[in-house]
């Protein structure tokens, strides 16, 4: 029950006996844009058209219906430069789905001994605690860098990377949940080659990222050789369809598509045709990412920045983690009295969510990172602009009685 869940369940909770309008400054949902979701309308309505009784009505290959996993060779060699073939894609219920086949699947006991899931750049995804079915998660935290002006930026802590042992799954996002920030050639080489040294699997999940739905700005492309990548159609507009690809050695693809197979068959067909289709149309997709996802984020982020300098308090030492776009704002209030939890039953009680910053740093023992966990919370930029701006307000208001 990794701590965002927890939230989740906690929403629906008192959501649903409430009478008051609730601020959701939690939700990891993307906005839902005109633009996008007309496009992947038309494309719904193509494959029922098309053959909804072949599609719906019918089970099919776990790997993925042939024409997503063509339309995925063709676009990604294309825009990319890579050189794949189908042995090297699947298609799964999301990507956090295809990053827990992986973990279950290379880490725990195994002949080498016992195998961790290690995430090397912590803070990163809540949702990683539950990708390893053993109790082998190893977090590491990042180093901290302040840039004045209230902005900071995680460095990855490379010699840390590099002590880790009996590891079998290095696991990151990029760009990051909850930050937006974007590991450097520098930081992912690291990262891969202790991977290759120990033997194990590097998993990149690409949800926020190139090439689409490029919410926040990648400084790396996905990596082409000897990585799983993991791509998903979530934040491109189709969080419900559940649908994601991973892209990676074909040996590891294959295990991959037995586990799905022996466990959930295979991914949503009608979403896989709609979404083959859309990959098949050019580069319209491409246009919907730079042309309206990328710019509602970046204008968002900017207007999230004025709003806490507007209310945050003048003495408060807050900082921002630095970037120019993404889903959420993150937020370091280096205060010793600020705490998370409290500041989320503050925030509760003035009807809106947040989420905790102490949850994005599983597996780390560094009394530290733990300390400053406490000392973040995550905002979401997704939405109503109503709603984030009366959510800073609010936001405010809990600080300044925290401070008292």
């Not at 790396?220 to 994601?244: D, M, Q, W």
């Not at 598509?257 to 083959?276: C, D, E, I, K, S």
């Not at 406490?374 to 930029?381: A, D, P, T």
Request: proline share 6%; glycine share 10%.
């Amino acid at each position: 029950m990794s701590g965002l869940r927890v939230i989740m369940d906690d929403i629906a909770a008192v959501t649903s006996r409430s009478p008051h309008h609730w601020l959701n400054l939690g939700i990891g949902n993307p906005a839902p844009l005109p633009e996008l979701t007309a496009f992947w309308q038309r494309h719904v309505r193509q494959a029922l058209d098309d053959d909804f009784e072949g599609l719906s009505c019918s089970y099919g290959p776990s790997r993925g219906l042939p024409v997503l996993l063509d339309a995925v060779v063709e676009y990604f060699n294309q825009r990319l430069g890579w050189d794949i073939d189908a042995s090297n894609v699947m298609v799964g219920p999301g990507s956090q789905m295809l990053c827990f086949i992986a973990g279950a699947l290379y880490t725990g006991r195994s002949t080498a001994g016992e195998r961790s899931l290690v995430l090397p750049a912590l803070p990163d995804y809540t949702g990683y605690e539950a990708s390893s079915l053993h109790n082998s998660l190893v977090g590491i935290p990042s180093e901290v860098v302040h840039s004045g002006d209230h902005r900071f930026r995680y460095v990855l802590d490379t010699a840390a990377v590099q002590q880790t042992q009996g590891a079998g799954v290095f696991l990151a996002s990029n760009p990051s949940n909850p930050t937006g920030r974007s590991l450097t050639q520098a930081e992912l080489d690291a990262i891969v080659k202790v991977a290759g040294a120990q033997d194990a699997l590097t998993i990149v999940d690409n949800a926020y990222g190139e090439p689409f739905p490029g919410i926040a700005v990648t400084h790396t492309p996905p990596p082409a050789n000897g990585v799983l990548n993991c791509f998903s159609f979530s934040k491109a507009g189709l969080p419900g369809e559940r649908l994601g690809i991973a892209i990676g050695p074909a040996e590891v693809v294959k295990d991959m598509v037995a586990f799905l197979g022996n466990t959930a068959l295979h991914a949503p067909r009608l979403a896989q045709y709609a979404v083959a289709q859309a990959l098949k149309s050019g580069d319209e997709l491409g246009e919907i990412v730079s042309g309206t996802i990328q710019p509602f984020y970046t204008a968002r982020w900017e207007l999230a920045s004025e709003l806490f300098r507007e209310n945050l308090p003048a003495d408060l030492r807050w900082y921002l983690h630095e970037g120019t776009r993404g889903m959420f704002s993150w937020l370091h209030i280096d205060e010793p009295w600020f705490d998370d939890l409290r500041l989320y039953d503050l925030m509760k009680d003035r009807h809106t969510f947040v989420v905790p910053g102490s949850y994005f740093f599983a597996g780390t023992t560094s009394p530290e990172a733990v300390e400053h966990g406490r000392r973040c919370v995550r905002i979401s930029l997704s939405a109503r602009e109503a709603d984030l701006r009366q959510g800073i307000a609010r936001l405010g208001d809990a600080l300044r009685v925290m401070a008292s």
